[in-house]
T-cell receptor, first 115, second 115 residues
Framework: DAGVIQSPRHEVTEMGQEVTLRCKPISGHDYLFWYRQTMMRGLELLIY????????DSGMPEDRFSAKMPNASFSTLKIQPSEPRDSAVYFC?????????????FGDGTRLSIL | AQTVTQSQPEMSVQEAETVTLSCTYD???????LFWYKQPPSRQMILVIR??????QNATENRFSVNFQKAAKSFSLKISDSQLGDAAMYFCAYLSNFGNEKLTFGTGTRLTIIP
């Protein structure tokens, strides 16, 4: 079975540009999570969806960040305008319900570098 | 809020030997889940093992086992017969069973395997 698929794997862009990260969850999984990983702050949950509906976006750092899930098989995380401090690895993860004991399956991450 | 602490930023072990990675957590909840994730240089987050708090029996997965001490809020990972492929960052994580889907991670332990 295909795992969580993220694209692109690497993204390098100049500050001020719009960045869009993409995620395809595992088929049948109805929870989707976006994380950010930095050396300073470790792994942080940014936002998560259940059945395509955003449930908790309290981890989204600023209004420059937005996430959407238009259907069960696709989600985007957008940064506009991007800043150098947004440089990090962004992970998408998904899991199925019911039961919190179902583990989250992570994608390979997108390494984002803002120059 | 829950917190997860990994007090060993780095550990090393001789190949074929046994190593234990420490994790403590703080929570007022009685029902939750604990996980160990592995992040090799390829960056992918891989689930190693999980433990339900209501189970007294320690979880095992082949060479990986945990020592779960609920009263002490301790959740250590033991790797037996260490292999070169075990070299990675290891993250301990906590998940509440009360509807909050936020997975709280520790800061990680970098494990080096010495040939």
């Amino acid at each position: 079975d295909a795992g969580v698929i993220q694209s692109p794997r690497h993204e390098v862009t100049e500050m001020g540009q719009e960045v869009t990260l993409r995620c395809k969850p595992i088929s049948g999984h109805d929870y989707l999570f976006w994380y950010r990983q930095t050396m300073m702050r470790g792994l942080e949950l940014l936002i998560y969806f259940n059945n395509n509906v955003p449930i908790d976006d309290s981890g989204m750092p600023e209004d420059r960040f937005s996430a959407k899930m238009p259907n069960a098989s696709f989600s985007t995380l957008k940064i506009q305008p991007s800043e150098p401090r947004d440089s990090a690895v962004y992970f998408c993860a998904s899991r199925q319900s019911p039961g919190s004991n179902q583990p989250q399956h992570f994608g390979d991450g997108t390494r984002l570098s803002i120059l | 809020a829950q917190t997860v602490t990994q007090s060993q930023p780095e550990m090393s072990v001789q190949e074929a030997e046994t190593v234990t990675l420490s994790c403590t957590y703080d929570t007022s909840e009685s029902d939750y889940y604990l996980f160990w994730y592995k992040q090799p240089p390829s960056r992918q987050m891989i689930l190693v093992i999980r433990q339900e708090a209501y189970k007294q029996q320690n979880a095992t997965e082949n060479r990986f086992s945990v020592n779960f001490q609920k009263a002490a809020k301790s959740f250590s990972l033991k790797i037996s017969d260490s292999q070169l492929g075990d070299a990675a960052m290891y993250f301990c994580a906590y998940l509440s069973n009360f509807g909050n889907e936020k997975l709280t991670f520790g800061t990680g332990t970098r494990l080096t395997i010495i040939p």
